[in-house]
């Protein structure tokens, strides 16, 4: 156990619909990332949050934000859904945010768009 | 831009054998290597890093990683397998300074461990 939660495990809906995806970092780690995880393109990182504050962006498209909460934990929106989008989202924590820092995972949501 | 290469997309290996799971990298500078494992409908787990000094690193479960910088390569090793270590492994690397320090993960390697 990484000490990463993600809620929920698994979420089915359908296409058009918006879905939040929630994460509560290990204790003490200030870092949040998101990640999407799919057959055809493999881990693509999304975005990153330190202490509140957005860091970093990847592949993330515009349907879709996050947010980092007072409290560190931290939610990622996925709206206008569509059939693509089915994928596992995972969501990693880190103590800082530098280049030697391990990421701790979550076990994943796992998103299916009908 | 950084970028990781698992050239094999499956390795097949049969119980208390050695086995070896290939992993170049390219980035500016030195790099900060890091190995994965993904069992099945789990998260990713850290198995080892390399940041500097000693070119063997060892891990967690057994296994060690040996950073060649001529080559580029950090391939991931374990002297005897065992059927536990069937499972997706991924290698990621960081650029030590100039570059994202976010990590590139590369597109990761099935172990498949035979009884």
């Known amino acids: 156990d990484s000490g990463v939660t993600q809620t929920p495990k698994h979420l089915i809906t359908a296409t058009g619909q918006r879905v939040t995806l929630r994460c509560s970092p290990r204790?003490?780690?200030?870092?949040v990332y998101w990640y999407q995880q799919s057959l055809d393109q493999g881990l693509q990182f999304l975005i990153q949050?330190?202490?509140?504050?957005?860091?970093a962006k990847g592949n993330i498209l515009e349907r879709f934000s996050a947010q980092q909460f007072p409290d560190l934990h931290s939610e990622l929106n996925l709206s206008s859904l569509e059939l693509g989008d089915s994928a596992l989202y995972f969501c990693?924590?880190?103590?800082?945010?530098?280049?030697?820092?391990?990421?701790?995972f979550g076990p994943g949501t796992r998103l299916t768009v009908l | 831009a950084q970028s990781v290469a698992q050239p094999e997309d499956q390795v097949n290996v049969a119980e208390g054998n050695p086995l070896t799971v290939k992993c170049t990298y390219s980035?500016?500078?030195?790099?900060?290597l890091f190995w994965y494992v993904q069992y099945p409908n789990r998260g990713l787990q850290f198995l080892l890093k390399?940041?500097?000094?000693?070119?063997l690193v060892k891990g967690s479960y057994g296994f060690e990683a040996e950073f060649n910088k001529s080559q580029t390569s950090f391939h991931l090793k374990k002297p005897s397998a065992l059927v536990s270590d069937s499972a997706l492994y991924f290698c990621?690397?960081?650029?030590?300074?100039?570059?994202?320090?976010?990590?590139?993960f590369g597109r990761g390697t099935s172990l498949i461990v035979h009884p």
């Open positions: 990693a924590s880190s103590v800082y945010q530098g280049s030697t820092d391990t990421q701790y």
């Open positions: 204790s003490g780690d200030l870092s």
């Open positions: 390399y940041i500097t000094g000693d070119n």
């Open positions: 949050y330190y202490n509140g504050e957005e860091r």
């Open positions: 990621a690397v960081r650029a030590a300074s100039g570059g994202s320090y976010i990590p590139t």
């Open positions: 980035v500016s500078g030195n790099p900060y």
